[in-house]
């Protein structure tokens, strides 16, 4: 969602003439995360953001994929994953991953929550005021992937 490639055809062989909607049990994994995936990006005023990765000054290891998205000082989405990239797929590498990340972040009161993007679920949140520049932000434990919604507060 964050960085561009997010399409999903419906084309994954349990959209059937009998089962237009899709609504078989085997499928309810996939709705299950494109609903999660709708939420988050709706939590935003999206229209407004642009593609952007440059708020992320440090902190991705190696064999770390991410992508972000901002209103520069007001709201950023930040989507990363763990795998190793082979010709135009990525393989997923399961693990038990934290990452301290250093985020480029103007002089502001944020809220920074990170879910869990299969499930929408909210894994942590924290409310800061940074006086502008580099702020440091740990991820909870996460297996494969985790997504970061910070979002100005009011003064």
């Known amino acids: 969602m964050v960085g561009g490639g997010s399409s999903f055809n419906n084309l994954n ?26 939420q988050f990006i709706e939590g935003f005023d999206f229209l407004r953001m642009r593609p952007d ?10 064999g770390a994929y991410y992508r972000g998205i901002s ?6 989405a930040l989507y990363h994953h763990h795998s190793k990239l082979k010709p135009y797929v990525y393989t997923v590498v399961p693990g038990a991953y934290e990452e301290r990340m250093i985020l480029d972040l ?5 809220q920074a929550d990170w879910v869990n993007p299969s499930t929408g679920a909210v894994l942590g949140t924290k409310t800061f005021t940074h006086a502008g520049g580099h702020c440091s932000l740990s991820t909870p434990k996460h297996a494969v992937d985790i997504a970061l919604r910070i979002k100005r507060r009011p003064a």
């Open 13 to 38: 062989g349990v959209y059937t003439v009998r089962d237009a909607a899709g609504i078989a049990d085997e499928n309810k994994p996939v709705l299950k995360t494109m609903q999660s995936l709708k």
């Open 71 to 76: 209103e520069r000082g007001e709201q950023y």
């Open 53 to 62: 990765r440059s708020f992320v000054v440090s902190g991705m290891p190696a």
């Open 106 to 110: 103007p002089a502001a009161t944020y």
